[in-house]
């Protein structure tokens, strides 16, 4: 569902959404996996196997007592520790190379130098901002860097970095050879599960059989009919970017209709499949279809297939 929603344009990166009390979410995903406490593992699954691409979006911090993330900042006294702190702009006159916090500078609307009474009105050519100056309301001190620490306004728990839980918050975006891969098997699936359920097939992408063996396979399209005789149809999707599929694909599917018996079998190989795969294919009465073009396999649907299922 997730490709989907990429292949299809619907999203083209999944970025977090913040929520006041619980930090950020995956609104999507929570809908496509059903327990939002499952969607972190989900995305950590799909980004470690390459599928999606992850970058780091943001860090949140959470209360280390109610877990919370409706936290703020709070700028300290270095020496008495208040948050009580006063935030102003140092000035410095250009001309007499005086400097002072904003307010000693203002003087209605405009702004007078204190110690030679000159109006500044130009920034950057009369005055420049030469930093911040901080002055503590609690203890009367004066400081340019404050301490920082975390306020919940869940608990009221102030905490420092130290005890904050910190972690990562990614935006995804589908991965180039996943995004490759998963289209290449869309273009095919599509027409192919239009033209069998037109036919009255129940049609499943993916769908799931149980073997002989009590064992359950994969594969990328099974298609029955409803008072089904000879059968079920399956078909996998084999693709490559360049060069040719091995056999490889053809001995798992052998290895899965061994175990099923469907009617009928069929292996897709995109673009083209090797002179061996072929020989396997033959004596594994897999049909194989070496194609870009779903139309062709199709067609070969309509005459091998869907006669020999019915
Ligand atoms: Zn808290
Ligand atoms: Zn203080
Ligand atoms: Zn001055």
């Not at 911090?61 to 900042?73: F, L």
């Not at 091995?246 to 190989?269: H, N, R, W």
Request: glycine share 6%.
């Amino acid at each position: 569902m997730l490709l989907s929603k990429f292949l299809s344009g619907e999203i083209s990166k999944l970025e977090p959404v913040y929520v006041a009390d619980t930090g950020y979410q995956y609104p999507i995903i929570e809908k496509i996996v059903g327990d939002p406490k499952a969607v972190g593992d989900f995305l950590k699954q799909l980004a470690d196997v390459g599928i999606l691409k992850k970058e780091l979006y943001d860090r949140t911090i959470y209360c280390p007592h109610c877990g919370s993330a409706k936290t703020s900042i709070h700028y300290n006294c270095p020496y008495c520790k208040s948050f009580d702190v006063e935030k102003s702009s140092l000035i410095e006159h250009v001309q007499c190379g005086y400097i002072d916090t904003e307010q000693h500078f203002r003087s209605g609307e405009k702004l007078i130098c204190p110690r030679c009474h000159r109006e500044l009105t130009k920034p950057d050519v009369d005055y420049s901002k030469a930093g911040i100056w901080c002055v503590c309301n609690s203890c009367g001190k004066s400081f340019d860097i404050p301490v920082p620490s975390h306020f919940c306004r869940n608990c009221q728990l102030t905490f420092t970095f130290e005890d904050a839980s910190y972690e990562d918050v990614y935006r995804y975006t589908l991965s180039a050879e996943a995004g490759r891969e998963a289209s290449l098997s869309w273009i095919m699936v599509s027409p192919i599960r239009q033209f069998l359920e037109a036919r009255g097939y129940k049609v499943e992408t993916p769908g799931i059989l149980r073997g002989k063996s009590g064992a359950n396979h994969l594969f990328d399209v099974t298609a029955s009919l409803k008072n089904e005789v000879n059968g079920t149809l399956v078909i996998d999707i084999a693709t490559v970017t360049e060069d040719e599929v091995t056999e490889q694909p053809i001995i798992a599917l052998f290895a899965k209709i061994y175990d099923v018996s469907p009617g009928c079998a069929c292996l897709i190989a995109v673009p083209k499949t090797s002179e061996n795969a072929k020989r396997m294919a033959k004596l594994y009465n897999i049909i194989l279809f070496e194609t870009r073009d779903p139309n062709e396999v199709i067609s070969g649907l309509k005459t091998v297939c869907v006669k020999a299922v019915g």
